[in-house]
C-alpha cells in the first residue's frame, strides 16, 4: 500500500505547515497564540478540521469533553482501529506547533492513504485539552477516551466554572461521557510531535523515535504569611510569604541541578496583595517536577516540599500543598517504535531514539493500547513560546515515515 500517486505528498506538507499558521492566528488573545480549553477559537479549529476531514469521506463527531473525532470505518464492522492525533489547545502564548502539528499531520497521513485499501479503521483524535492550562489537570481529551475523566469533571477553572459548565458553554453534554470511551477493538495510537527540546537538532536528526515518555507531578503551593507595612513593620515582626517561597524556588533550582535528570520549575508566583509598600501576605505558586526514572522523581518531591515548609516555619508563614496530578513515566510500545525505525530505515532516515521529557497524550492512550510517537527535530529547541519551530523538510520526512508505518502495519 503506498500513498496514492495522485497525491503530491510535497504539498500535502506545505499544506500542513500553512495550516500550523493559520490556526496559530485562532486565539483567545490577539497577537499570539493562546487557545486553552473550550474556548471559543476552539470552533474555529473544529470547523477547519470538519472541513478536511469531510473533503475525505471521514465521518466525524464531538464528543462530550470537545475532542473532535474524524473516522474511517475498516473492511469489516469488526476491525480495528488505528488512532492517529495530538491535541488542538494551547499553552498561553504558544508556538505555532505543539499539538495541532500533529493532529494536522494525522488528517494528511489520512489524505494520502485515502484511496487505498487499509486492513483496519483509521480514526483521527484532535484532542480538546492536554496541556492543563485552564484546569491546572493535563489530559482530559484523551481521558475521556480511557474512561478516566468522570473524576475530572467538577474541576474549577480561575473563574469557578467546572469542566461540566465548560463543556455546557460549547453546547456539548458532559451526561455523554461514557460515549466518548473507546470500547471496540483499537490496534494502537500514533502520535507525531515536535521535540520541544535539543535532542534532535543536536544529532542533526529530522525525525527521532519516542521510546518514553517521562513522569511528572504538578503541585500548588500557597504560602500565608501575614500582610502588613512595608515602612512600620521590623524585619524581626514580618510573616512575609513572598519571602519564603523565594526560598522555596530558588531550593527547588539548586535540588534540580543537583539531581541528575531531574527537571524542576515554579511556573507561577503571584503574590498578594501586590503593592510595592505591603510586604506581601499570601503567595500562590506551582511546582512541575519530571524525571525518566519515577523513583528519583518519587525520592526528590518530599524533599522539595519540605523545603516548602522549612521556609515557611522560619518566617512564622504556613503553606498548604495540594497535589494536582501525578504521571508515572511511560515506556512506547516497542512493537509500534520498531515498525517506525524500520519505516525511517526504508526511507533512508535517521531516526535516533529520544526521551521525552514533555507529556503526551500518548502517555494515556497507552493505558488502553500500544502507543507511539515520532518527534519532529525543534531547530531552536524552543516550545511554550511563540518562536517554536519546525523544520518543512522534518515535516515532509515525517510524513513519508507514517506512510511507511501505515504500509508496514498493514503488511503484518
Ligand atoms: O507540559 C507538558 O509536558 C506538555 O506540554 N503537555
Ligand atoms: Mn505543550
Ligand atoms: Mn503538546
Ligand atoms: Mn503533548
Redesign the pocket.
Known amino acids: 500500500m503506498t500513498a496514492n500517486p495522485s497525491i503530491d505528498l510535497s504539498e500535502l506538507h506545505a499544506r500542513v505547515l500553512a495550516a500550523c499558521r493559520e490556526l496559530a492566528a485562532l486565539t483567545e488573545v490577539p497577537g499570539e497564540t493562546t487557545r486553552p480549553y473550550l474556548c471559543p477559537t476552539t470552533r474555529g479549529v473544529h470547523a477547519f478540521l470538519r472541513a478536511w476531514a469531510d473533503r475525505l469521506g471521514l465521518s466525524t463527531r464531538i464528543d462530550a469533553v470537545g475532542n473532535l473525532r474524524s473516522r474511517r470505518e475498516g473492511p469489516t464492522p469488526d476491525s480495528p482501529t488505528l488512532y492517529l492525533g495530538s ?1 488542538i489547545d494551547t ?1 498561553p502564548n504558544a508556538g505555532a506547533y ?2 495541532i502539528l500533529g493532529v494536522l499531520l494525522a488528517y494528511a497521513l489520512a489524505e494520502a492513504v485515502r484511496d487505498q485499501a487499509l486492513p483496519y479503521a483509521l480514526e483521527v483524535l484532535a484532542f480538546s485539552e ?3 492550562v485552564r484546569y491546572g489537570v ?2 482530559i481529551g484523551s481521558r475521556a477516551l480511557t474512561g478516566t475523566a468522570g473524576p475530572l469533571l467538577e474541576l474549577r477553572d480561575k473563574d469557578g466554572l467546572t469542566v461540566s459548565d465548560a463543556i455546557r458553554a460549547y453546547g456539548l453534554n458532559p451526561d455523554e461521557l461514557p460515549d466518548a470511551e473507546i470500547r471496540s477493538e483499537s490496534l494502537g495510537y500514533l502520535e507525531f510531535h515536535i521535540e ?1 527540546g535539543p535532542v534532535l537538532q543536536a544529532a542533526g536528526a529530522g525525525v527521532g523515535v519516542v521510546t518514553a515518555i517521562a513522569g ?1 507531578n504538578r503541585v500548588l503551593l500557597d504560602f500565608t504569611g501575614q500582610a502588613a507595612h512595608a515602612g512600620t513593620t521590623p524585619m524581626t515582626h514580618r510573616r512575609d510569604a513572598l519571602a519564603a517561597a523565594a526560598r522555596f524556588v530558588v531550593a527547588a533550582e539548586e535540588r534540580a541541578r543537583a539531581t541528575p535528570g531531574l527537571v524542576a520549575t515554579v511556573g507561577v508566583m503571584q503574590a498578594r496583595p501586590g503593592a510595592i509598600n505591603i510586604v506581601p501576605g499570601e503567595v500562590h505558586c506551582t511546582l ?1 517536577i ?1 524525571h525518566e526514572r519515577d523513583e528519583v522523581r518519587r525520592d526528590a518531591l518530599p524533599l522539595l516540599l519540605a523545603d516548602a515548609e522549612r521556609f515557611a516555619a522560619e518566617r512564622g508563614v504556613t503553606v498548604s500543598i495540594t497535589p494536582k496530578m501525578e504521571e508515572a513515566a511511560t515506556p512506547m510500545d516497542a512493537r509500534f517504535q520498531g515498525l517506525l525505525r524500520q519505516a525511517a530505515t526504508d526511507l533512508g532516515l535517521d531516526a535516533p531514539d529520544v526521551l ?5 497524550d500518548a502517555m494515556i492512550m497507552s493505558t488502553r493500547m500500544p502507543a507511539a510517537m515520532l518527534f519532529l527535530r525543534s531547530p531552536n529547541a524552543l ?2 513560546h511563540p518562536d517554536e519551530m519546525v523544520n518543512p523538510e522534518d515535516v515532509e520526512a515525517a510524513l513519508r515515515v507514517g506512510l511507511r508505518f501505515l504500509e508496514r502495519l498493514a503488511q503484518e
Open positions: 491535541h499553552v505543539d499539538g492536554e496541556e492543563g493535563p489530559f520541544q511528572q512541575d519530571r521525552s521529557g514533555a507529556g503526551h516550545s511554550h
